[in-house]
C-alpha cells in the first residue's frame, strides 16, 4: 500500500493532461515521495491515452486503466477508485476546473481532523449560466425531496478519502451509478470544504443528460413516486367514488340525470393521462430491476498499465 493514490477520469481531456499532471505531481511530492496517480481513460476519442502512457515512459508512478469505451464518468470514477492501492485516495478531475493544488488543502485538513473519513468540495459560487445553476438547483431541490439520503447542494468531484472509506463505497454493486448518492450512502465521518470550481470549458452535462441523471439518481434512491402513485390513485378513486353516490342521489331524490359529453370525454383525456403517466413510471423502476438483474459490469478494462502486480 502507498501512501496517496491520486485518482482522474480522462474523456476529451488532451488539453488539460499534461499542465495537470505537473500540478498535482508537484503538490504530492510536498506530502510525499509515495504516491501514485491512477488515470483512467474513459473511452476518450481523443489522444488522451497516448499522453499519459509518453509521461508514465518517465514516471512509473502513473498507472493508466484503459476501458474498452465509454462507460460514463460516474462509472469511470467507480472504476478508478477499485484500482487504488493509497491509504488516502485523492479524486479530482483532469480539467483544471478544480485545482490539482486542493489536495494540499484537503491534507492539512485531514492532518488536523484526525477522525474524518472524509474530506469533500463544495462550490462556494455554483460555476456555469443561467441554464447550469437553474437546472442544477432543480436537480438537487427535486432529489432532496424525493430522497431520503439527501446531498449537500453543488458538491464538487474533488475529495480526499481514507481507504476503509473506498473500499465500503466501491463494494456497492449498482449497474447504473450515481456518485453522489453512493458518497452519501456509505456513511462514515465525512466534511465538506468550500472551494471555488472554475469554468476551463462549456458543460457536457446538456439538459436531456441531466434529466436523466435526475430520473436515474431518485429512481435509484426513493421509492417516493411509487408511493405518489398509490396516493394519486387512492384519491381520484375517493373523488370518483364520491361523485358517483352524489350522483345518484340527485338521480333518486329529485330526478335529474347527467348531461354533457364534453365534460365526460374531458375526464376521460385526464384519466388516460394520468393512466400512462403512472404506467410510465412504474416501467421505469421495471426497466432498473431489469438492468440489476443482468448483473453485467459497470465497466469493461481493456488494458491495464502499471497495474500488472
Not at 496517496?4 to 476529451?12: D, F, Q
Not at 488516502?88 to 493544488?101: G, H, K, S, T
Not at 396516493?231 to 342521489?249: C, K, P, R
Not at 331524490?253 to 383525456?269: D, Q, R
Request: glycine share 6%; hydrophobic share 40%.
Amino acid at each position: 500500500m502507498v501512501k496517496l493514490t491520486v485518482v482522474a477520469t480522462l474523456y476529451k481531456s488532451s488539453t488539460y493532461i499534461t499542465e495537470f499532471y505537473q500540478r498535482i505531481k508537484q503538490t504530492s511530492e510536498s506530502i510525499t515521495h509515495d504516491f501514485e496517480i491512477v488515470f483512467v481513460n474513459d473511452g476518450s476519442p481523443d489522444q488522451s491515452l497516448e499522453i499519459v502512457l509518453s509521461l508514465r515512459e518517465s514516471d512509473n508512478r502513473i498507472k493508466v486503466i484503459d476501458l474498452s469505451r465509454n462507460f460514463g464518468h460516474h462509472n469511470a470514477i467507480m472504476t478508478g477508485l477499485s484500482f487504488a492501492k493509497g491509504e488516502y485516495v485523492f479524486l479530482i478531475d483532469v480539467d483544471l476546473e478544480e485545482p490539482p493544488e486542493l489536495l494540499e488543502l484537503f491534507w492539512r485538513e485531514m492532518l488536523i481532523n484526525k477522525e474524518v473519513d472524509v474530506l469533500y468540495g463544495v462550490q462556494m459560487k455554483r460555476k456555469g449560466g443561467v441554464f447550469e445553476k437553474i437546472t442544477g438547483g432543480i436537480f438537487y431541490g427535486v432529489y432532496n425531496y424525493l430522497s431520503n439520503d439527501k446531498i449537500i447542494h453543488n458538491t464538487a468531484t474533488c475529495r480526499l478519502m481514507k481507504s476503509d472509506y473506498v473500499k465500503a463505497l466501491v463494494s456497492h454493486q449498482e449497474r447504473e451509478v450515481f456518485l453522489a448518492g453512493l458518497f452519501a450512502i456509505t456513511g462514515y465521518n465525512q466534511k465538506p470544504i468550500s472551494v471555488i470550481k472554475h469554468s476551463t470549458s462549456p458543460t457536457t452535462y446538456s439538459f436531456n443528460k441531466k434529466l436523466a441523471l435526475m430520473i436515474n439518481a431518485i429512481t435509484s434512491f426513493s421509492n417516493k413516486p411509487l408511493e405518489f402513485i398509490f396516493n394519486i390513485g387512492s384519491l381520484i378513486s375517493s373523488i370518483s367514488f364520491g361523485f358517483v353516490i352524489f350522483l345518484l342521489l340527485r338521480q333518486l331524490l329529485f330526478g335529474i340525470s347527467m348531461v354533457g359529453w364534453t365534460s365526460i370525454v374531458a375526464s376521460i383525456w385526464l384519466m388516460g393521462g394520468m393512466i400512462i403517466f403512472c404506467l410510465g413510471i412504474v416501467g421505469i423502476y421495471i426497466s432498473k430491476i431489469f438492468t440489476e438483474v443482468k448483473q453485467r459490469p459497470y465497466t469493461i478494462v481493456k488494458n491495464t498499465y502499471g497495474q500488472e502486480e
